[in-house]
């Protein structure tokens, strides 16, 4: 089946440290998307990216789209405690699907 | 502000005994989706409603079902609940405006099985 492989699958990080995560495929996507989900709560989409090649950020997260299509990375910069979170990278292709990620739990050392 | 609403936010329910969880929209989004999410699990589409076009996933039990009585509602009935089907449950919306479709998750319902 279609899968997307998400890596690291956890992190134990200090405060202020930069993060990175990572989401590969062996197929193309058009749309890479990133969403965060915290305990009890539905995933926040955090970053849509919609073109090869594309670097967008948002506040302290950065997130770009591959030039093969295959690929997109998450950075998180200084972390803080309130990042604490599973983030699920999501793939899409033309039709509505959405194919998730294993996710990366993160966590932060005040 | 424009959103995503689920209520209940935590559903209990006995083994066998229909529940019915809801989803509403602000945003006037063609398309509404309910995914199934277990602990530790990235969410699994169930079914999604382009405006009122019904499409099921191959691997969604018959036991789930679904209706949307306009574009702003759409609910997740639950025939017979098991033990297996304990779990959250996410309604989200995409508006499907040419290629884009980005998805947006309401908080979850939280359904308990006793």
């Known amino acids: 089946g279609q899968q997307l492989n998400q890596s690291p699958q956890s992190m134990f990080i200090q405060e202020g440290e930069d993060v990175s995560m990572n989401c590969t495929s062996s197929?193309?996507?058009?749309?890479w998307l990133w969403y965060k989900q915290e305990p009890g709560e539905g995933p926040v989409l955090l970053i849509a990216?919609?073109?090869?090649?594309e670097l967008t950020s948002n506040g302290r997260l950065t997130a770009q789209f591959g030039i093969t299509r295959k690929d997109s990375f998450l950075n998180i910069s200084a972390s803080i405690p309130s990042d604490v979170g599973i983030y699920f990278c999501a793939g899409q292709r033309s039709s509505y699907k959405l194919i998730f990620g294993s996710g990366t739990r993160l966590l932060v050392r005040p | 502000d424009a959103m995503v609403i689920q209520n209940p936010r935590y559903q209990v329910t006995q083994f066998g005994k229909p529940v019915t969880l809801s989803c509403s929209q602000t945003l006037n989004h063609n398309v509404m989706y309910w995914y199934q999410q277990k602990s530790s699990q990235a969410p699994k589409l169930l079914f999604h409603y382009y405006d009122k076009d019904f499409n099921n996933e191959a691997d969604t039990p018959d036991n789930f079902q679904s209706r949307r009585p306009n574009t702003s509602f759409c609910f997740l009935d639950i025939r017979s609940p098991g033990l297996g089907d304990a779990a959250m449950y996410l309604c989200a919306t995409s508006p499907r405006v040419g290629v884009v479709d980005t998805q947006y998750f309401g908080p979850g319902t939280r359904l308990t099985v006793l």
């Open positions: 197929s193309i996507f058009n749309t």
């Open positions: 990216l919609y073109k090869a090649g």
